[in-house]
């Protein structure tokens, strides 16, 4: 990979490395020569040292002289830089054989629960082609992207838009931590297993991106942390956040693959996106229940579609460090711009969640400052159905106040009780 690059169009040699390219009179250069090699010249750009008839070592290696530009990852930072063509990642004949047999196994398991599946469908421009689509008994359509191998954020941006413009939901599937589609589009992750074993129907878990949506009563009693205070103290408001399976209390039983096919495919389990708290623009992916998503969205009150985020992302900001061009050909020193290890991007930890403010006070007969959503939010909180739903008769907030096991004060009002 190279700093420098010869555009053939225009005769100019460009430095990749500074932030007009050193050509400052040419403000569309830079969006000319990162376009997709199918939308330009494949011999618009060229290694520095073919074009100065010096050796360049893909084209002696057989390959191509041409180039195409992308950034890189060193250090935290982005550059640009200019590798050979062909651009297209090769995968190992491992990740070939993973990647056929994954997809295999969805169209089986999905002819197995009689919903009609089919591989390798183009989408109806024929800009993308889906590893294979799953369609409900409603016609819903479920686009499963196996993807085994990297795969920028920008691509997986664009073809999960594109999915959705024809009615298909997408479904990423990986099976690396570090995967860069991991919450840029709804997916989930399984173990990395031997071809073998995904095609003989060895258990296949999904370990990352589906969630179950909790909610607690911030109390001294409760097993959960404070949404609001970093964890310390209690402040009796209701919380609402996002949990993989083996973090619920109680644990819940791990989703196989074969479970996401048939829900997704019924719309018993759908995409959701939560935006972080602190950033518009970051945000959680991932497959819940379509009766979480429903408590969500009355909780949040409104509803939180899947976001419309530009294909530059935070990650994929360029940075220009301004050097001298290294005109030397540089293929297959991969070391060279390489970068750095890719950061993990499955993490189980919540997303940060929901509060609902401390209820008011409440006099006798006064219900009607209850609001709905707060109603539905302490009924998930309290475990109860909503018509077991009451006030305490000591501090007036909304507690299980009848049915079975129901009691006149909260817990707090009664441990201060037991106390005087």
Known sequence: MANGVWHTGYGIEINLSLPDLGHPYRPDLLQEITARVSERDPQLLECLAHHDNRECLSESGGKSPWMFVRRGRVGGRRPLVASHLPITHKATPQESAQHKATKERVVATAGRYGLDAAAEVPVANRRSVSDAVVTGP???????????????????????????????????VAKDRTASLIDRAPWVRVDDMPWRDI??????VIRGGYRHLEVWRCVPSSERHCLVSDGAGH????????????????????????????RSATGESVPVYVPSRGSGRAGRHMWV??????????????????????????????????QEIDRSCRAGEDGWFAGDARPLRDLAQPTGGFTLPRLPPQRPGDSTRITPVERAAASAALGCPPWELGLCAGCRQMMRRHGPNAAMYCNVCRADLNGR
Request: aromatic share 6%; hydrophobic share 40%.
């Open 138 to 172: 409603a016609g819903l359509r479920i686009g499963w992207e196996i993807q085994y191998h990297h795969l920028s954020p920008s691509s997986v941006h664009r073809r999960s838009v594109n999915a959705v413009e024809h009615g298909i939901t997408p479904l990423w």
């Open 235 to 262: 402040c009796d408001a209701i919380h609402a956040d996002w949990f993989v399976p083996a973090l619920c209390l109680p644990e819940r039983k791990p989703v196989l693959i074969e479970d996401l096919v048939l």
């Open 289 to 322: 229940s379509a009766a979480d998503r429903a408590l969500w969205e009355e909780i949040v009150d409104g509803k939180t579609p899947l976001p419309t985020a530009p294909a530059d992302e935070d990650d994929d900001v360029i940075t220009f460090t301004e």
């Open 199 to 204: 095609a003989d129907g060895k258990e296949m």
